[in-house]
């Protein structure tokens, strides 16, 4: 923070207490505000095992017939967000969960139907941002057909490119459409989107800058998902 001026932080473990501690100290040793984030798609308890709450995962929400549910939740996950001065929570996954051996996504997706998938991720997105914390659409262009896991390996997504708009990219068109303001760019390998072999789609300016900004007219903060994983490297 003193000498390399960092933009930001992203907190993934310890105690609510301790980070509003090391969050008031580092925005207190930093001349420009950090931006800072947490993976709370569930809620803090996501990360901070104690003085938390967490909420079901998505895969259960998935199954709830009114969606003005997922709305209030998305709203009180922001104000707990809030309360420990995080700024971005990356949430909610908009992963389509088509595919029955994927290792990484699971629960953590709505389910199997875009529709559903859409519907409730626009209601998570608008609860965060009602109370002023960036939501973020992950993991673009769709990591629900995988069967690996992005943590260990480079994922190859075999699907055609009219399967990928028909479905993959449905949720986010919808959550576009309705102000998203950040994106999270997965770490894949996506034949029909980026023909260099093993270019992980984070990296493509195919997939971000033509496919996500040119062509689906995304203009918000957009974000790779970690550069510790080995799908990037």
């Known amino acids: 923070i003193r000498e390399h001026h960092i933009g930001g932080i992203c907190f993934f ?13 580092y925005q207190d040793e930093s001349k420009i505000p950090l931006m800072t984030a947490i993976d709370g798609e569930w809620g803090l308890g996501m990360r901070f095992k ?8 998505q895969l259960m929400l998935g199954a709830i017939q009114d969606n003005n549910l997922i709305y209030e ?7 707990h967000c809030q309360r420990i001065g995080l700024h971005v929570n990356f949430a909610p996954v ?19 139907n875009k529709y559903n998938v859409a519907n409730k991720a626009v209601m998570y997105m608008k609860g965060l941002q009602a109370e002023g914390v960036m939501a973020n659409g992950k993991h673009f262009p769709g990591h629900g057909d995988t069967s690996t896991d992005s943590h260990s390996t480079l994922p190859v997504v ?13 949720p986010y068109k919808r959550m576009f459409d309705e102000g ?3 994106v999270m760019v997965a770490h894949l390998n996506v034949p029909s989107l980026e ?14 800058t033509d496919l996500l900004q040119k062509v689906l007219g995304f203009d918000g903060l957009i974000f790779t998902d970690a550069l510790n994983m080995k799908g990037a490297s």
Do not use: W
Not at 196 to 203: A, D, G, K, T
């Open 13 to 25: 473990q310890g105690s609510p207490r301790e980070e509003a501690r090391i969050t008031n100290m």
């Open 73 to 79: 939740m998305g709203k009180e996950v922001a104000r």
């Open 195 to 208: 023909p260099r072999e093993n270019y992980p789609s984070s990296l493509s300016f195919n997939v971000v």
């Open 180 to 182: 998203l303001e950040s």
């Open 158 to 170: 075999n699907a055609t490119l009219e399967h990928i708009d028909k479905v993959e990219l449905y």
């Open 94 to 112: 908009a992963d389509v969960n088509n595919n029955p051996l994927n290792p990484v996504i699971g629960m953590r997706s709505f389910g199997e």
């Open 50 to 57: 104690d003085q938390t709450i967490s909420f079901p995962r």
